[in-house]
């Protein structure tokens, strides 16, 4: 393990867990690279920080919003209480999103400084707040967009509220958006109430590096945003890449957010340098988290042994200037005649896959049971309540237990239920990539 620091920033590491033995014949090397931050959350937050963070935060204010009128009361009540976390120096702004974006506060094309006068003035200007038009989330992305490139923060984010679907837009108007913002700032998805489609709020935090959930009482509104807005405040690295280095023969075949969320990184690589990739991270606290790496090397004699990749974390440097390597690690390949050492499986290994599988268990099960396939929305959620029952996610196990009689959770022997409330199927789906940490010895 490799730990480099850089000064008035926090401390980053990497530890790679794989079993680095082959057998004859052996190509596919898989590694668990743990990146770990620390430290630089605590020290001087009130001073150093100031300044740091650019936050947009888009309300959705379409007409559905009064049904049944708490919706809106607690989003202006969740807004509120997000302006008030913010830290003194944070440049802020609040969006209506209906059919169209309209600024709230500050107004004019612009950024306000966040201070006891300004967190003021915005939550007046939340009083205004009403319902009414349709829904085009693209349109509230790409103002947000424009707000935050006009700041220098080395922290942009938004966090997006929404009701419903996005009716008022064509699908590939969303994704380009989506696209064009990939990058530029990370944004956190809301869902209230029971109306909205669990699919293109996933997608919405998948493609901006944020995260994703269901608040199905408008009342729990305000408790999520202070805890989304003490997030974002404990962000101090932005842009941050995992780099994978390769030797000529290896290949990648995939790059996986394993914990806290599985999120699929393969297909968001950029070139950085031969045989070199970067794959996005997003912005970072104290926190930790998981990747699971898999290359395919190869082939070479008994007694063989390569470097299969080399793991870095890199902050990109300023035009001309090549990227600060923050911490690397090194995956590893031996060719042994050993049947133990070459057949044992890494524990991490084995736990994230797992929970990838997991992941996916849920989101084809609760397909079919949609499409009315009995059988096969049985057989997929089974095996998730033996998945979440052998790797200890108990959240997901309760999550579960809403949507299927458990029989035999070991065994995964289940029955649907015949009839579930739309917030526990919603949540279920939500929540279906959250992990648990592997239990290490």
């Known amino acids: 393990m490799a730990i480099f620091t850089k000064p008035?920033?926090?401390?980053?590491?990497?530890e790679v867990y794989q079993n680095e033995f082959l057998p004859q014949g052996g190509r596919e090397v898989h590694a668990v690279v743990t990146v770990t931050s620390t430290g630089g959350a605590t020290a001087t937050r009130a001073t150093a920080l100031q300044g740091s963070a650019a936050v947009v935060i888009m309300v959705d204010c379409s007409g559905s919003m009064e049904y049944p009128p708490?919706?809106?009361?607690?989003?202006?009540?969740?807004?509120?209480?997000?302006?008030?976390?913010?830290?003194?120096?944070?440049a802020f702004a609040v969006v209506a999103g209906t059919h169209e974006a309209k600024e709230v506060y500050p107004g004019q094309g612009r950024l306000a400084i966040a201070d006891p006068v300004t967190r003021a003035q915005a939550k007046e200007?939340?009083?205004g707040l009403s319902s009414g038009g349709g829904t085009a989330i693209g349109t509230w992305l790409r103002l947000a967009d424009g707000l935050l490139r006009q700041s220098s923060a080395t922290i942009r984010h938004g966090i997006l509220l929404t009701d419903g679907r996005n009716e008022h837009e064509e699908p590939a108007v969303l994704r380009a958006t989506l696209d064009a913002c990939a990058g530029r700032f990370t944004c956190d998805a809301r869902g209230v109430g029971t109306d909205w489609e669990v699919k293109e709020v996933t997608g919405i935090a998948n493609?901006?590096?944020?995260?994703a959930d269901i608040v199905a009482d408008p009342a729990h509104l305000a408790e999520d945003f202070t805890r989304m807005m003490e997030n974002v405040m404990g962000k101090e690295v932005a842009d941050v890449a995992l780099r994978l280095w390769t030797p000529v023969g290896v290949e990648i075949q995939y790059v996986k957010q394993v914990a806290p969320t599985v999120q699929d990184l393969t297909d968001r690589r950029t070139e950085a340098g031969p045989r070199a990739g970067d794959y996005p991270t997003g912005s970072w606290g104290d926190e930790s988290r998981d990747y699971h790496v898999c290359v395919r090397v190869p082939t070479a004699e008994l007694g063989r042994e390569m470097l299969a990749a080399r793991a870095s974390l890199v902050l990109p440097g300023a035009a001309g200037e090549?990227?600060?390597?923050?911490?690397?690690?090194?995956?590893?390949?031996v060719w042994t005649d050993d049947l133990a050492a070459s057949t044992a499986i890494n524990p991490q290994v084995a736990h994230y896959t797992g929970q990838a599988e997991?992941?996916?268990?849920?989101?084809?099960?609760?397909?079919?049971?949609?499409?009315?396939?009995v059988g096969g929305a049985t057989a997929k959620l089974g095996r998730a309540v033996q998945l979440a029952s052998a790797s200890g996610n108990a959240d997901t196990a309760r999550l579960l237990a809403k949507v299927v009689d458990v029989v035999d959770a070991v065994a995964g022997t289940v029955r649907l239920k015949a009839k579930v409330a739309d917030a526990d199927e919603m949540t279920l789906e939500t929540r279906s990539t959250q992990t648990v940490r592997v239990k290490k010895a």
Not at 358 to 373: F, M, P, S, V, W
């Open 8 to 14: 008035s920033a926090p401390r980053f590491s990497v």
């Open 70 to 90: 708490d919706k809106m009361r607690g989003a202006r009540e969740a807004t509120a209480a997000a302006v008030d976390t913010l830290r003194d120096g944070t």
């Open 125 to 127: 200007a939340l009083r």
């Open 207 to 211: 493609a901006l590096l944020g995260s």
């Open 322 to 333: 090549p990227a600060a390597v923050l911490a690397q690690g090194l995956v590893r390949a």
């Open 358 to 373: 997991l992941a996916q268990a849920i989101q084809q099960g609760l397909e079919a049971r949609k499409l009315g396939d």
